[in-house]
């Protein structure tokens, strides 16, 4: 399985990134997709994620109304467009695949992308 986040970098505080992530190795339109983040000195949290079909999507209360996750099955691509980026947003930002939606982490991780907002 792999997972190739990219679309990090740096940006001003207000700014806005889209995150994308490639899959292969798994059963793309069967798995739920998410978006982690870690920034330093802190846990992994979950950011956003969205079920298999893309009915359900779930958000980390501090991204609501800011960040939204979206996935297309025929490419096997999840994205996250963060828009009115805050410094707290600096993280490592990982895409994750096969969890349950709100409840748990899948098995398998990306590399991390990393975003910095700055003030």
């Known amino acids: 399985v792999q997972l190739q986040a990219s679309g990090g970098g740096l940006v001003q505080s207000g700014g806005s990134l889209r995150l994308s992530c490639a899959a292969s190795g798994i059963i793309f339109s069967g798995s739920t997709m998410g978006w982690y983040r870690q920034a330093p000195g802190k846990q992994r949290e979950l950011v956003a994620d969205?079920?298999?079909?893309?009915?359900?999507?779930n958000y980390a209360d501090s991204v609501k109304g800011r960040f939204l996750i979206s996935r297309d099955n025929a490419k096997n691509m999840v994205y996250l467009q963060m828009n009115s980026l805050k410094p707290e947003d600096t993280a490592v930002y990982y895409c994750n695949a096969g969890g349950t939606s709100g409840f748990r982490a899948g098995r398998y991780w990306g590399q991390g992308t990393l975003v910095t907002v700055s003030s």
């Open positions: 969205i079920t298999s079909g893309g009915r359900i999507k």
